[in-house]
């Protein structure tokens, strides 16, 4: 297993109160399964953002083809709805890869905090292959480390390594 650090900080404070949070990171990373099962532990709603994109979108994805930002905009605002219906806590799943697409989300939801999944291109890889049944495929998992723009110090987040278990993930987060 690669060594990586367990946790970094930007701007991290223990959770005090209830805030939509976003958990994001390149496909394969675990978004789906580390926003279920905080969800769960918080007694919140969860959206996956895969099940907001539009027919075309899915379609192009698994063409193998990469989404433009063109692509992205109208499944972030949708995200950015969602997250802003859940003023008091939901979380959702989604890639955010960008600073740009974070911005549209704060801007429906300024209090949105982000738990950023963090894994090295092997990693992620390893667990693409033992995926099946999804729309995005292996193949466009580079474009999304090159699009990649890690949290910010001023964006409301953590970074947490994908090598642990979920719940350790869900613990780190939960105390800052």
């Known amino acids: ?24 990171g390149v496909s394969g990373s ?3 399964t580390v926003g279920s099962a905080l969800a769960q532990r918080l007694g919140v709603a969860f959206m996956d ?24 905009r109208p499944w972030l605002k949708r995200v950015g709805r969602w997250l802003a219906e859940h003023p008091d806590g ?13 911005d549209e989300l704060r801007s429906q939801c300024p209090a949105v905090e982000f738990l950023h999944l963090i894994g090295s ?8 292959a033992a995926r099946s049944g999804h729309f995005m495929p292996a193949a466009l ?15 409301p987040g953590v970074a947490i390594a994908i090598g642990h278990d979920v719940d350790t993930i869900v613990d780190l987060f939960l105390r800052g």
């Open 49 to 72: 953002a895969d099940n907001l994109h539009p027919p075309a979108n899915i379609a192009k994805m698994r063409a193998g083809e990469p989404l433009t930002d063109d692509d992205r």
């Open 121 to 128: 291109p092997r990693e992620i890889n390893a667990r693409l």
């Open 30 to 32: 675990g978004k789906s």
């Open 141 to 155: 998992l580079q474009s999304q480390f090159d699009t990649l723009e890690p949290l910010q110090d001023d964006e």
């Open 1 to 24: 297993m690669e060594s990586q650090p367990h946790i970094t900080g930007l701007n991290a404070v223990p959770r005090r109160g209830a805030a939509p949070i976003v958990v994001m």
């Open 90 to 102: 939901g979380v959702m799943s989604c890639s955010a890869l960008k600073r740009a697409y974070r």
